[in-house]
């Protein structure tokens, strides 16, 4: 859903993505905008019918978290944000944070959260797989500013340089390219770091975490 949408004329207009012409281009924006509304539709509507074996407090502790998710305070908050500040001066490091810690690590929080929730896991428990989803999503934004500096559109799978030709604030931008690669790797420090308690079972996250800086689209 959000990619389809970021993707619309009205958002980041673009033509390209995973090296394929994006949904508004195939089938056009009114069909685009609507499918986008039916997969979140969906989501919600799998988790309460299809989760089975769990307590339903927990079931609807996830059902509210991805509502917020992509609300008002998540990703339609950071999406705004993000549109507001193209082609602005003066933006700050901490409003660029703020733009991509609800509208990217707001839904990495959420999917890593919902797992834990649902396999029984504690409030710290829960809470330490968030500060981890919280640290990958902001490194995982940070890699693909990099990505569209460094990459080539064929590399990408989607039109590399959008953000310079829009004006968009990013990480490269505010802090350099070799700062922002500091960064990304310091934010995957941090995610690795907060889930020690898990050991040996944190292993499939831990490997997430440094595939999301040395990705190459």
Same mark, same amino acid.
């Given at each position: 859903?959000?990619?389809?949408?970021?993707?619309?004329?009205?958002?980041?207009?673009?033509?390209?993505?995973?090296?394929?012409?994006?949904?508004?281009?195939?089938?056009?924006?009114?069909?685009?905008?609507?499918?986008?509304?039916? $997969?979140?539709?969906?989501?919600?509507?799998?988790? *309460?019918?299809?989760?089975?074996?769990? #307590?339903?407090?927990?079931?609807? %502790?996830?059902?509210?978290?991805?509502?917020?998710?992509? &609300? *008002?305070?998540?990703?339609?908050?950071?999406?705004?944000?993000?549109? #507001?500040?193209? *082609?602005? /001066?003066?933006?700050?490091?901490?409003?660029?944070?703020?733009?991509? /810690?609800?509208?990217?690590?707001?839904?990495?929080?959420?999917?890593?959260?919902?797992?834990?929730?649902? &396999?029984?896991?504690?409030?710290?428990?829960? !809470?330490?797989? #968030?500060?981890?989803?919280? %640290?990958?999503?902001?490194?995982?934004?940070?890699? %693909?500013?990099? $990505?569209?500096?460094?990459?080539?559109?064929?590399?990408?799978?989607? /039109?590399?340089?959008?953000?310079?030709?829009?004006?968009?604030? /990013?990480?490269?931008?505010?802090? &350099?390219?070799?700062?922002? !690669?500091?960064?990304?790797?310091?934010?995957?420090?941090?995610?690795?770091?907060?889930?020690?308690?898990? &050991?040996?079972?944190?292993?499939?996250?831990?490997? @997430?975490?440094?595939?999301? @800086?040395?990705?190459?689209?």
């Amino acid at each position: 859903m959000s990619l389809i949408h970021d993707d619309l004329p009205s958002m980041d207009n673009d033509d390209l993505r995973r090296g394929k012409p994006t949904n508004h281009v195939v089938y056009g924006e009114d069909v685009a905008i609507l499918a986008g509304d039916a $997969l979140l539709s969906t989501s919600f509507e799998h988790v *309460a019918r299809h989760t089975k074996g769990v #307590e339903a407090e927990r079931v609807l %502790d996830v059902i509210a978290r991805l509502g917020k998710s992509v &609300g *008002a305070v998540g990703l339609a908050g950071g999406q705004v944000m993000d549109l #507001e500040c193209e *082609a602005k /001066t003066g933006v700050t490091l901490e409003e660029l944070t703020w733009i991509h /810690t609800h509208k990217t690590a707001a839904l990495l929080q959420v999917a890593v959260a919902a797992g834990a929730i649902l &396999g029984g896991a504690n409030a710290e428990e829960v !809470k330490a797989c #968030e500060l981890f989803a919280l %640290d990958i999503g902001l490194a995982f934004q940070v890699a %693909d500013d990099i $990505l569209d500096v460094t990459a080539s559109t064929e590399e990408l799978g989607k /039109t590399a340089g959008k953000d310079e030709d829009t004006d968009k604030t /990013t990480y490269p931008k505010l802090l &350099g390219l070799e700062e922002s !690669k500091v960064e990304a790797q310091r934010l995957v420090d941090e995610a690795k770091a907060s889930l020690t308690q898990f &050991g040996d079972r944190a292993a499939p996250l831990l490997a @997430i975490a440094d595939y999301i @800086i040395a990705r190459s689209n």
